[in-house]
């Protein structure tokens, strides 16, 4: 409050009065301007950084082996559909592909069904050892899997379950499972119980809840979660090197690597770059097309 000394009329010999003017507050347009530029500004850096190597890569792939070397950073004088064709065929990109398809659906599938059933008991019902059983999933998000390599090896080599795609599925479900409970049951817990205590009086059980229910009820953190192990199991590359060795069960991955290995001595770089786009179009499809549920799945605890 500012204050400052007005003339008032008053009689004559009377004394002058001081009077209270609001001072206005200062502005702050000049400073949230600034700021949003700057914002702004790292914004576009950042999808730069981002955008520009899956697009160099993608052009790359449609160019001889002359010009990628030649002119790495001009438009392709024709597109040499062949390079996709040749890293399909020759390289075995197709089988890897189906490999990996077949791995990863079986995964996650499974992945899910496991851990929303998991994650929905740990999230309703108290019983002695919830919170440690909670805590033991957590544990498995903080445990390297480096240190479980060596004797994940033996374990499924003596369950007969080594070079084979459904051993394959087994670990990345259980390798998966800690983070789908954690962000489930978080998940669970916001959604409202007088739905489920509606369905229990009208003589539904347990199971015909959970599926019928609650499940359709979280399909927006089932849709995050799915897509987060989908990209972390469609790009996982350490345990398919060590339990899966036969050259006929590679998956994507396992590809790319012999792709980049054989490819390079051969000169062949075009072929490459066809085939690490081959790789990357599936990931870059799913999230385009779930990115508003998985934003969705992400905010929903906090608009509870």
């Known amino acids: 409050m500012k204050t400052t000394e007005t003339p008032v009329p008053a009689e004559s010999g009377a ?9 206005r507050p200062p502005r702050k347009e000049k400073k949230d301007g600034v700021l949003n530029v700057f914002s702004h500004g790292v914004l576009i850096l950042w999808a730069f950084m981002v955008v520009m190597p899956l697009l160099w890569a993608v052009m790359t792939s449609f160019k001889d082996d002359s010009s ?6 001009a438009l392709p004088d024709k597109l040499h559909f062949d390079n996709w064709s040749r890293a399909w065929t020759d390289a075995n990109m197709s089988d890897y592909f189906l490999n990996t398809i077949l791995v990863v659906a079986g995964s996650l599938i499974g992945t899910l069904v496991l851990g929303s059933m998991a994650a929905y008991v740990l999230a309703r019902f108290d019983f002695p050892g919830n919170r440690f059983i909670y805590f033991l999933f957590i544990g498995g998000m903080s445990f390297p899997i480096m240190l479980a390599l060596v004797p994940l090896f033996y374990v499924v080599n003596n369950m007969g379950l080594l070079n084979t795609i459904h ?5 990345y479900i259980a390798y998966s499972l800690p983070f789908t409970v954690f962000f489930l049951t978080a ?8 739905v489920a205590e509606a369905a229990f009086v009208d003589g539904a059980s347990h199971s015909r809840t959970f599926f ?22 469609w790009n996982q590359y350490m345990l398919p090197t060590v339990l899966n060795t036969d050259p006929d069960k590679r998956v994507l991955t396992q590809g790319l690597v012999q792709l980049a290995a054989s490819q390079g001595y051969k000169g062949d770089w075009s072929g490459l770059f066809a085939g690490l786009v081959m790789a990357m179009l599936p990931v870059l499809a799913a999230y ?9 799945g992400l905010t929903a605890g906090a608009l509870k």
């Open 15 to 23: 004394p002058v009065a001081k009077v209270d003017i609001p001072s």
């Open 68 to 73: 990628i070397f030649n002119s790495p950073w």
């Open 167 to 171: 051993g394959l599925i087994l670990v």
């Open 187 to 194: 998940f669970f817990r916001t959604l409202p119980t007088s």
């Open 212 to 233: 019928q229910i609650m499940l359709p009820m979280a399909k927006p953190g089932l849709i995050s979660v799915g897509i987060f192990n989908f990209l972390g199991q």
């Open 288 to 296: 385009i097309i779930f990115q508003r549920q998985v934003v969705a």
